[in-house]
């Protein structure tokens, strides 16, 4: 049951992170740590609370978890009705996490084939991106093996050539950095609890982050201040319909209004010390949950 202890500990410094993650103003400063904190920490969660459902049913049999498993068909008669139980909600959890992941993602990846697909009937390839001849001014990247950008003719009128190359490179960063994979495993977990207000919000915070990635990038090749124009026009234009699995330069309000206020007023604060300790606690954790899964109970 000590190992028990050690799953309990693991997630609760991945809750501990996330915590500090959500009231830490240093991650608009700098994303791309916070998503790498952000992706350890939940899967840490996710392993540490399937591994204490398990460490505690299988705690009789005095083995790791996978030795302990293989011997269930055979000893489940030696489990009382509480490790029993405990054994099947493991099970049950890990396998309906693991399903809804790859359901999210057949889902998000037939929406895309069918989006490329209607690209082909209805684009015109240019250069840079997919043009598509409709007033409403839309940007946005279907990602994958094959990423297309997409641009509507309602866009490339709205802007400027220099804010319409920022956009693209924007949705470039999307499509070269595989931004979708990123954000996918946190939207499968909200499409599996939709009524969760936290999930709700760690998503949104994800999403942000991801999309100030990009705006970093595009940034760097043509300069902060093209990008949050093009942000604005966007925004007081009114943000078009984007299809499923697509991500758009422009979303929510709020998140486009901090995106153009970090554009225009870079925070100056810098790289938190305490980074280095949050992620080596971490992959100490990550390393401890996944580790007693073959570790003698």
């Given at each position: 049951m000590i190992l028990v202890g050690h799953q309990v500990a693991a997630g609760a410094v991945a809750v501990l992170v996330m915590v500090w993650l959500l009231r830490s103003r240093w991650t608009h400063a700098h994303p791309r740590p916070a998503l790498v904190l952000w992706q350890i920490s939940g899967l840490t969660f996710v392993i540490s609370v399937v591994g204490v459902l398990l460490g505690f049913g299988l705690a009789p049999f005095r083995r790791g978890f996978l030795p302990a498993l293989f011997d269930l068909p055979t000893r489940w008669a030696e489990l009382d009705l509480w490790h029993f139980a405990a054994v099947v909600a493991?099970?049950?959890?890990?396998?309906?996490?693991?399903?809804?992941?790859?359901?999210?993602?057949?889902?998000?990846?037939?929406?895309?084939?069918?989006?490329?697909?209607?690209?082909?009937?209805?684009?015109?390839?240019?250069?840079?991106?997919?043009?598509?001849?409709?007033?409403?001014?839309?940007?946005?990247?279907?990602?994958?093996?094959?990423?297309?950008?997409?641009?509507?003719?309602?866009?490339?009128?709205?802007?400027?050539?220099?804010?319409?190359?920022?956009?693209?490179?924007?949705?470039?960063?999307?499509?070269?950095?595989?931004?979708?994979?990123?954000?996918a495993p946190f939207q499968a977990l909200r499409r599996l609890f939709p009524r969760s207000g936290v999930l709700t919000r760690v998503c949104s915070v994800i999403e942000l982050l991801v999309e100030m990635c990009a705006d970093d990038k595009a940034a760097r090749q043509h300069g902060r201040e093209p990008l949050a124009r093009a942000l604005e026009r966007f925004h007081a234009n009114g943000a078009g319909g984007i299809p499923v699995g697509a991500l758009a330069v422009v979303g929510a309000d709020e998140a486009v209004r901090a995106r153009i206020q970090r554009l225009r007023q870079p925070q100056q604060g810098g790289f938190p010390l305490i980074w280095p300790l949050a992620c080596g606690l971490l992959l100490t954790a990550f390393g401890t949950s996944v580790g007693v899964f073959a570790m003698p109970l």
């Amino acid at each position: 049951m000590i190992l028990v202890g050690h799953q309990v500990a693991a997630g609760a410094v991945a809750v501990l992170v996330m915590v500090w993650l959500l009231r830490s103003r240093w991650t608009h400063a700098h994303p791309r740590p916070a998503l790498v904190l952000w992706q350890i920490s939940g899967l840490t969660f996710v392993i540490s609370v399937v591994g204490v459902l398990l460490g505690f049913g299988l705690a009789p049999f005095r083995r790791g978890f996978l030795p302990a498993l293989f011997d269930l068909p055979t000893r489940w008669a030696e489990l009382d009705l509480w490790h029993f139980a405990a054994v099947v909600a493991g099970l049950v959890l890990g396998a309906w996490l693991v399903l809804n992941q790859i359901l999210c993602l057949l889902d998000t990846a037939r929406a895309r084939a069918r989006h490329r697909l209607l690209l082909q009937l209805v684009a015109q390839p240019n250069s840079d991106a997919f043009v598509v001849d409709h007033p409403a001014a839309v940007a946005y990247c279907v990602p994958g093996r094959r990423p297309r950008i997409v641009v509507s003719a309602g866009a490339r009128k709205l802007l400027s050539e220099t804010e319409l190359d920022a956009v693209l490179a924007h949705e470039r960063a999307h499509a070269h950095e595989r931004h979708d994979l990123v954000v996918a495993p946190f939207q499968a977990l909200r499409r599996l609890f939709p009524r969760s207000g936290v999930l709700t919000r760690v998503c949104s915070v994800i999403e942000l982050l991801v999309e100030m990635c990009a705006d970093d990038k595009a940034a760097r090749q043509h300069g902060r201040e093209p990008l949050a124009r093009a942000l604005e026009r966007f925004h007081a234009n009114g943000a078009g319909g984007i299809p499923v699995g697509a991500l758009a330069v422009v979303g929510a309000d709020e998140a486009v209004r901090a995106r153009i206020q970090r554009l225009r007023q870079p925070q100056q604060g810098g790289f938190p010390l305490i980074w280095p300790l949050a992620c080596g606690l971490l992959l100490t954790a990550f390393g401890t949950s996944v580790g007693v899964f073959a570790m003698p109970l």
